[in-house]
């Protein structure tokens, strides 16, 4: 490009995530352009290294095949012989005596947080079936949830089902490290779909159920290794940045 030329292209980092699934009507509350704005930083930021762990994951495992045994990192000693404590408990998750596991579909979390137990984890991976309209739907019920607006019609059998002054805490579970959400992608490339969930969920629900005290808390499936939590750390690190 030549001096002085210009370009009406927008800048790489304020392009937005795209989406490749279709739209329904309710979708655009949750995938609006700042929404997408910050699914495609946390893919730019934390793509690759997503993509590096899983090629050590493998690596590891190959060894582990050969007979290699799992040891302590030299590295980390530092950690293991200081004397430290982790923050506090937060008073929501005190009391974890009876937890139920669920799909996020809106009359089974419904449910759920009526069950009686004390903790209910909203599943986004193996107790629900990852189709699009799931996870997005799935969104909308935890917007829903956080604003005190969920609630559930069956006009087959003319049910109405709504949320008791009593209910569990929620858990969230985002999907694996080593899944991609196809139907939204950054740079032409299927975004984690980990980082799919996990930041649609705090973009929109973060500070609203942090002013409650009732979260966001988040249940991280299928770590294999420290470096994978580290990178979970990190995550979090920069959405706490970025939502403020």
């Given amino acids: 490009m ?19 699934g279709p739209l329904k009507p309710g979708y655009e509350t949750i995938l609006t352009p700042d929404a997408l704005l ?6 730019r930021r934390f793509g690759r290294a997503r993509r590096n762990m899983l090629e050590y994951r493998q690596d590891r495992q190959e060894r582990f095949d050969y007979g290699e045994l799992p040891d302590f990192l030299p590295e980390t000693a530092h950690i293991r012989n200081a004397m430290w404590e982790v923050a506090p408990i937060p008073p929501a998750l005190r009391d974890r005596r009876v937890e139920i ?3 996020v579909d809106r009359k089974m979390m419904i449910n759920a947080l009526n069950s009686g137990a004390k903790m209910f984890m909203a599943d986004f991976e193996d107790a629900n079936s990852p189709s699009w309209a799931n996870i997005i739907e799935g969104q909308i019920n935890m917007y829903d949830f956080a604003r005190d607006q969920l609630s559930y019609t069956d006009t087959a059998r003319g049910k109405d089902y709504k949320l008791n002054d009593e209910i569990a805490t929620m858990l969230v579970r985002p999907r694996g490290w080593h899944l991609e959400e196809a139907h939204i992608t950054v740079d032409g490339r299927p975004m984690s779909a980990s980082l799919c969930d996990f930041g649609l969920h705090i973009f929109h629900n973060g500070k609203i159920l942090a002013e409650k005290g009732i979260g966001p808390f988040y249940y991280l499936p299928k770590l294999e290794s420290h470096k994978e939590a580290r990178l979970w750390n990190d995550v979090f690190n920069f959405a706490q940045t970025f939502i403020g």
Avoid: M, Q, W, Y
Wanted: glycine residues 8%; proline residues 7%; hydrophobic residues 35%.
């Fill in 2 to 20: 030549s001096a002085g030329s210009h370009t009406n292209e927008i800048p790489r980092h304020r392009v937005l995530a795209k989406v490749e």
């Fill in 101 to 103: 596991t669920g799909p």
């Fill in 38 to 43: 910050f699914l495609a930083d946390l893919e």
